[in-house]
T-cell receptor, first 113, second 112 residues
Framework: QKEVEQNSGPLSVPEGAIASLNCTYS??????FFWYRQYSGKSPELIMS????GDKEDGRFTAQLNKASQYVSLLIRDSQPSDSATYLC?????????????FGKGTSLLVTP | KAGVTQTPRYLIKTRGQQVTLSCSPI?????VSWYQQTPGQGLQFLFE???????NKGNFPGRFSGRQFSNSRSEMNVSTLELGDSALYLC???????????FGPGTRLTVL
């Protein structure tokens, strides 16, 4: 079983709609969760971090975390064509010696005008 | 604040050669992590450094190594390059271990 799983997409939504991106993880002791956006040919850019169960909102973005279900999601309201990118879910996994971010393979989002 | 910087941005090497990549973290950040990104495998963790010590290592062969200097700058080295090492190598910095990581622009390595 992959440690962090995402639907690869592409997820296509019309401009102005809500885009819903989902992620599941396997390590129950994971404590911190992140969403990064990556445009083609660029490096990942942090969108949101979330640490506690529930919702966290930042502008048009809302991250949702459910540790019991091992599920993280990202909602993008009023989607814009500039939101078209790959969205990476990352889970911070602690070991005896340190931390490592485990990434899903990303969901490709296409917002059509 | 200036972001994470990586040099060089692009590299072309041939099989068997070695390569050194450099990363300067955000000012004040003491932890540096390295990742390899390929279309097939996605983003994979290579190693994490804090206070000049490697704190964690991913599942990569010993040809991949790194180090961190007292000013928190980091380098990674890949020896005896293979075609499969062609990838985008990303450095990320954070204030401390386990904190939110911010990525640099990456170094695109092509092995011929």
């Amino acid at each position: 079983q992959k440690e962090v799983e995402q639907n690869s997409g592409p997820l296509s939504v019309p401009e102005g709609a809500i885009a819903s991106l989902n992620c599941t993880y396997s390590d129950r002791v994971s404590q911190s969760f992140f969403w990064y956006r990556q445009y083609s040919g660029k490096s990942p850019e942090l969108i949101m971090s979330i640490y506690s169960n529930g919702d966290k909102e930042d502008g048009r973005f809302t991250a949702q975390l459910n540790k019991a279900s091992q599920y993280v999601s990202l909602l993008i309201r009023d989607s814009q064509p500039s939101d078209s990118a790959t969205y990476l879910c990352a889970v911070n996994r602690a070991s005896n010696s340190g931390y490592a971010l485990n990434f899903g393979k990303g969901t490709s989002l296409l917002v059509t005008p | 604040k200036a972001g994470v910087t990586q040099t060089p941005r692009y590299l072309i090497k041939t099989r068997g050669q070695q390569v050194t990549l450099s990363c300067s973290p955000i000012s004040g950040h003491r932890s540096v992590s390295w990742y390899q990104q390929t279309p097939g495998q996605g983003l994979q963790f290579l190693f994490e450094y804090f206070s000049e010590t490697q704190r964690n290592k991913g599942n990569f062969p010993g040809r991949f190594s790194g180090r961190q200097f007292s000013n928190s700058r980091s380098e990674m080295n890949v020896s005896t390059l293979e075609l499969g090492d062609s990838a985008l190598y990303l450095c990320a910095s954070s204030p401390s271990i386990g904190d939110t990581q911010y990525f640099g622009p990456g170094t695109r390595l092509t092995v011929l």
